[in-house]
Structures are given as C-alpha cells and as structure tokens.
C-alpha cells in the first residue's frame, strides 16, 4: 500500500532530498520583507530590475498585476531553481493611479487631495516557478475611506512618519492606520504590500507548507 507520508517534506528529508526548493522575494522594501517573516519559511530577498512606469492607457489595477510578474520575472535568471515572489501595490482613486509622493510637499498635497475619499489600495502578486516558467497570479484589492483630514493633521502626520516611498503616503503598519475611518478586504495584509493570506494559499499549491 502506498504511504501517504512518503512525499511529504520531513520524508524527503529523511530520505536525503531536499525537503524544500528556495524561496526568494524579489524585493528589497523592509515592509514586504518583515511581512514574509511572518510564514516562519526560509527565503532570500533580490533587487529586481522592473520600469513602475505606467502604460498609456493602463489601469491601475492592471499595472500593480504587470508589475509583480515583471518583479518576479526580472531576478529568474539568478536562480534557476526557485520559487520567486513578486508583488507591486499602486492606490487607484477613481481610476486615477495614485503614486508614491518622494517628497515632504508632494506627500502634504497628496493627503489633502486624498481627505474624505475612498480610494482602492490594488496589490499584485505573482508567484514563479524559475525553472519551469510557470507564474500563478492574483490581485488583492483593499478599499481605504480617508478621515477629512485638516492641514494640521496631515503635518502632524508626516512630521511623525517617514512615508514618502509608500503609495498614497500611507505607512498603514504604523501611524499611517489613523487616516482611515474604514478599510475593508479579505486580505488585511495587501495593504501593507503582501498579501500573505493569498501567497499562502498560492505556496501550498506548489508544495510549501507554512504550517508543516
């Protein structure tokens, strides 16, 4: 009769295979890393090489799935052999992609035009095998309603946290959650930047186990 244990990961191992292919993040942002960390699961981070340019006539919701493809896809080639993340999060209001502000004024104008409104926090993430090519896919979106914000508050805010490389200006893990009245998802996660309920579900289709 055939063990159901035989191709488990602790059978592999006993039998001298390895009992786990690599995992890699090809990012190199400290909130999607400290998110994977979570999954207690061995992995590597890389830089990946990827254009956030939009293309004309792109949905946002479009753009955040392209670019975690492209993430992944970029770093492939250093790692033959692995299963590799990728993920990209862009805030779309009303249709309108909402980027990262990069500067302190650009930051106090985004909030502003961002107080009372409900905007959709879009993440891609792709999960792809390296050594065969095959990439699973899958959008995440969070719906996000603004407080009405005062100038006050907004300076108050970017005087305490540093949020200039996060979409929207919002560093949600941290003081960031205060500018919501709502936020609404079945992935609490993606709005920090990885969906970590969905790359469960994705990783146990190939194997990986966070529980195991």
């Not at 969906?195 to 990783?203: A, F, G, H, Q, S």
Request: aromatic share 4%; proline share 6%; hydrophobic share 45%.
């Amino acid at each position: 009769m055939p063990n159901p244990a035989a191709g488990t990961p602790a059978a592999k191992w006993a039998a001298g295979l390895p009992a786990q292919r690599k995992v890699v993040l090809a990012s190199t942002s400290p909130y999607r890393r400290e998110l994977l960390e979570r999954l207690r699961i061995p992995f590597e981070t890389a830089s990946p090489l990827a254009d956030e340019t939009p293309l004309a006539g792109e949905l946002p919701r479009d753009t955040a799935l392209r670019l975690a493809h492209a993430k992944a896809q970029s770093v492939a080639g250093q790692f033959s052999d692995a299963f590799i993340i990728g993920s990209d999060q862009v805030a779309d209001l009303e249709g309108e992609l909402v980027g990262k502000p990069g500067t302190q004024e650009r930051a106090r104008e985004l909030l502003a035009r961002l107080s009372g409104k409900t905007v959709v926090f879009h993440t891609g993430i792709a999960l792809l095998d390296a050594s065969s090519g095959a990439c699973e896919s899958a959008m995440v979106d969070v719906r996000s309603t603004f407080r009405a914000l005062t100038r006050t508050q907004i300076d108050a805010y970017l005087a305490r946290e540093a949020a200039l490389d996060c979409a929207g200006a919002v560093k949600v893990e941290a003081l960031g959650i205060a500018l919501f009245t709502s936020v609404e998802s079945d992935d609490p996660t993606a709005l920090i930047g990885l969906p970590l309920i969905r790359l469960t579900d994705m990783l146990h289709r190939v194997g990986i186990d966070p529980l195991a």
